[in-house]
């Protein structure tokens, strides 16, 4: 298609339309030229009419008082008959004073109907008294004096129009014509040269422009074509012009897209369409179609413009059977590198780093398909393991090496091996053994001694870590090594450093200070070191996210040129090794009081599963402690509602059971709703209230288990299922069908006034952090935690008098919501709750974030 209109290239419609505007502003100036002297004219006549008619007025007026004074001096001398002339004027005297018609009187007019003495003189003089008759005479004769002035002053009113009038005339034509007409004849003569200088321009153009040109009028008939139509086409002129445009030129099928075309008659569209020669061959023509219309908008001429394009018209056919051929090995090479992709993502270990000893988060972000960074953590007898790893180069031959890695590194979670020089070494050879020296792989592992608090170290060319002691300060620790997969056996030394509790250890990829501002400046250790000073004080999420946001505002760009992969971890807790937890004796609950608790420190060795705190009064100040201390079962003695539901039971919770409800409300077939698409919410729901309704259950006790239900279902269908990352798998606004090994169920039962709601999903990965945390925030007056939601596990503990939440991690998660029926629902209360986490690895591990 041509990136340039054809209207633009050949402007004959642009020619056409200027002649026109040319025509219509000639008119227009003589128009204006014409209307002054007219308009003079008409003034001058309507002025002198005017002063004319009032002239007549007045003479008629001065000729019938003269006929009155005749009338008075036949009555001096006798002749009575000549009365009926007065009688007429004392009539109309009356007829102006009392002026019934509503006309005009002037001011004199008015002076005569008004004049006493002479009212009253004619009307003596008609009743036959002539004493009076020189007062009459003498106001007559004034007022044929009167309008004889009047008469003289009009006729000269008249005199003046007419011939200052024709003055002002004659000066207007001469100021039309110098001023005028002469220069409208000047420059008309002047762009009639112009045009005629365009014209042939155009014609030129249009000539010689290798772009067919048609003419065509309102009825569709052609009415001129340039000399390459007749070059290209072969088409005598004779058998086209004249002639209407669908006769000869187009395929049947295509004349409606022509008349399309030529309706929108818009110049920016260009639609290809075939022509035909003389000889009945297709020529491909790129068309666009511009109007020409006049000043009034009406379409007078349709410019019809056609680019050959066959040529290019058959490239593009063969190319796009190229592009056909290399779509469908792109999106065959895409599918590839997407499964990679995936592959990739499932090779990098948790995002949630839960540990002996430590606990903290992990994040790679990729800057291609296919990333080259590695990270993973495990445990042994004794150690708490991190690795970060970053192959040269991206895409799918760095993937091939992270499989690689991933492959040993399960070995030796498999063999129990942690020392970092061991790790190291073996990773080193596998590399070398993989790749022959093509890849290379810089890597840190890390290693903690969860029982002593000693953080081992062995690093092969990746980026120094940073470790915060629990004053807040910042220590680059500073070991170098050589990448792997260059030599066999490559000699790797382990650094010893201690770390206290409430330490800290950040592992990054070189990507953190190689990336580079606009300028070219890259970010480098002392802005990272500065960052990590002003967000010391944030928990390790925030922290990685206040690390990511500085590095992007400093580079201006959310996409980064290397991948970049981070681990922070913190140590807050010690154990003894992994063989003397895992005893076949079950440990005996540990009792603590609300008091106790307050003031007191509980010892890392203790099993959260085992501890249980009493509490008594304004207990929930203390859940963000409880937060970072991993107290997770929390009952409150005396609490009739616990006491009814069984002390005992409750106490022993942390025994494996298959059925809370049967255990706490005796009862073995309670009423289950399985889920198998998000879309029987409604009806579970729906079936739930009419359940509840035929058991009795209160109008606000249904609104609340309705309510409950709801954000159980939610937690269950879009919370719980999660990635090997840790990541939430679906979206809450995407109705989804559960898969085959997926089994999500409601499960509602009743004894007396304790009303249960139960919901089991096998997805298993809520954790005793994530609910204390919840809790702790919301107490504290933080709500909702930034991108983790939470809010409805808050709302489900306040509304119940006791809720049970047991996992076992990966398998399943059953959280149970008891009522008190005997009372009404409120939210001013603290129930008592209980998190059983059955980890397969360690009994005493708690996972805080």
């Avoid at 190319?319 to 090995?329: C, P, V």
């Avoid at 909702?784 to 399943?812: C, H, K, N, T």
Wanted: with cysteine.
């Amino acid at each position: 298609m041509e990136n340039v209109k054809l209207s633009e290239r050949v402007p004959v419609g642009a020619f056409y339309r200027t002649n026109i505007e040319a025509v219509e502003d000639v008119r227009s100036r003589y128009f204006i030229a014409l209307s002054i002297p007219a308009f003079l004219l008409i003034m001058i006549g309507i002025g002198t009419w005017e002063s004319l008619a009032f002239h007549a007025r007045s003479a008629t007026s001065f000729h019938q008082y003269e006929h009155y004074l005749g009338a008075l001096n036949k009555i001096q001398e006798g002749q009575s008959s000549a009365t009926h002339a007065l009688q007429e004027l004392a009539n109309q005297t009356a007829k102006s004073r009392t002026n019934i018609s509503g006309q005009y009187l002037s001011n004199f007019e008015k002076k005569m109907a008004y004049n006493q003495p002479l009212n009253t003189a004619l009307s003596n003089l008609l009743h036959g008294n002539n004493g009076n008759i020189p007062l009459i005479r003498g106001q007559l004769k004034a007022a044929a004096h009167h309008y004889q002035e009047i008469e003289k002053q009009y006729f000269s009113y008249a005199q003046w129009f007419l011939s200052g009038g024709g003055a002002l005339i004659f000066l207007s034509l001469i100021y039309v014509w110098f001023g005028i007409l002469q220069p409208i004849g000047k420059q008309s003569r002047e762009r009639a040269l112009a045009l005629a200088r365009a014209g042939e321009f155009n014609e030129d153009v249009i000539n010689t422009s290798r772009v067919i040109i048609m003419v065509i009028d309102a009825k569709g008939n052609v009415v001129l074509v340039n000399h390459y139509f007749q070059t290209l086409l072969q088409w005598p002129r004779t058998q086209i012009v004249g002639h209407p445009l669908l006769n000869r030129l187009f395929l049947p099928q295509d004349h409606a897209s022509i008349l399309a075309l030529l309706d929108v008659g818009n110049p920016e569209q260009i639609q290809e369409l075939p022509i035909l020669n003389s000889a009945g061959n297709q020529l491909i023509m790129a068309w666009t179609v511009t109007p020409v219309r006049d000043v009034t908008g009406e379409e007078l001429l349709r410019v019809a413009m056609g680019v050959d394009v066959t040529e290019r018209a058959a490239a593009e056919h063969a190319q796009q059977i190229a592009l056909l051929k290399a779509q469908s090995l792109s999106d065959r090479l895409q599918d590839e590198a997407q499964q990679a992709a995936e592959l990739h993502t499932a090779f990098l270990g948790p995002e949630q780093i839960s540990l002996p000893g430590l606990s903290g988060i992990a994040a790679s972000i990729t800057s291609s398909e296919v990333g080259g960074d590695y990270l993973d953590c495990y445990t042994t007898k004794e150690t708490s393991v991190l690795v970060l790893g970053d192959v040269s180069g991206h895409g799918l031959a760095a993937g091939s090496i992270v499989a690689v890695a991933k492959t040993v590194i399960n070995q030796l979670r498999a063999d129990g091996i942690g020392r970092p020089d061991q790790v190291l070494r073996q990773l080193n050879n596998a590399i070398l053994n993989t790749a022959q020296g093509l890849r290379l792989m810089t890597m840190i592992c890390a290693a903690v001694d969860f029982r002593h608090g000693i953080l081992y170290i062995a690093n092969a060319g990746q980026q120094f870590p940073y470790l915060q002691k629990p004053d807040g300060q910042w220590e680059m620790l500073e070991i170098g090594g050589l990448p792997l997969g260059q030599e066999l056996d490559l000699d790797i030394s382990t650094s010893e450093f201690d770390m206290p509790l409430g330490s800290r250890l950040i592992l990054i990829s070189d990507g953190w200070v190689e990336e580079n501002a606009p300028d070219g400046t890259p970010f480098g250790y002392e802005r990272l070191e500065q960052a990590l000073e002003d967000f010391s004080t944030l928990g390790d999420t925030q922290l990685r996210d206040a690390l990511i946001a500085r590095l992007i505002a400093f580079c201006e760009r959310d996409t980064f040129d290397d991948d970049l992969s981070i681990i922070v971890v913190h140590h807050n807790e010690r154990y003894p090794a992994v063989s003397e937890w895992r005893s076949e004796q079950p440990l005996e609950i540990i009792r603590i009081s609300q008091d106790y608790y307050a003031n007191k420190t509980i010892s890392p060795r203790l099993s959260r599963q085992h501890i249980v705190l009493f509490a008594e009064h304004e207990w929930q100040n203390l859940l963000p402690r409880m937060s970072q201390d991993g107290i997770r079962r929390i009952l409150i003695p005396g609490n009739p509602f616990l006491q009814a539901m069984g002390w005992d039971n409750l106490l022993n919770a942390h025994k494996e059971i298959d059925n809370e409800l049967s255990l706490y409300l005796h009862i073995d077939t309670p009423l289950q709703l399985p889920i198998t698409t998000s879309t029987d919410k409604v009806g579970v729901i729906s079936s739930l209230a009419s359940w509840l309704a035929e058991t009795d259950v209160r109008d606000d006790w249904i609104d609340v288990c309705t309510l409950v239900a709801d954000e159980l279902l939610e937690n269950a269908l879009y919370a719980a299922p999660r990635d090997a990352r840790g990541q939430a798998i679906y979206s809450k606004s995407v109705d989804r069908i559960l898969n085959e090994d997926e089994h999500v169920s409601l499960h509602m039962g009743r004894r007396n006034n304790i009303l249960a709601v139960q919901m089991r999903d096998n997805w298993g990965t809520l954790t005793p952090s994530t609910l204390l945390q919840r809790l702790g925030a919301h107490i504290q007056g933080h709500g909702l935690i930034a991108d983790q939601g939470g809010g409805g596990l808050y709302l489900l503990w306040r509304f119940s008098d006791y809720m049970q939440i047991r996992v076992f991690p990966g398998r399943e998660t059953r959280a149970t919501l008891f009522f008190d029926l005997d009372h009404p629902p409120h939210e001013d209360h603290y129930p008592a709750f209980q998190f059983l986490y059955h980890s397969d690895i360690c009994e005493v591990n708690h996972d805080y974030l």
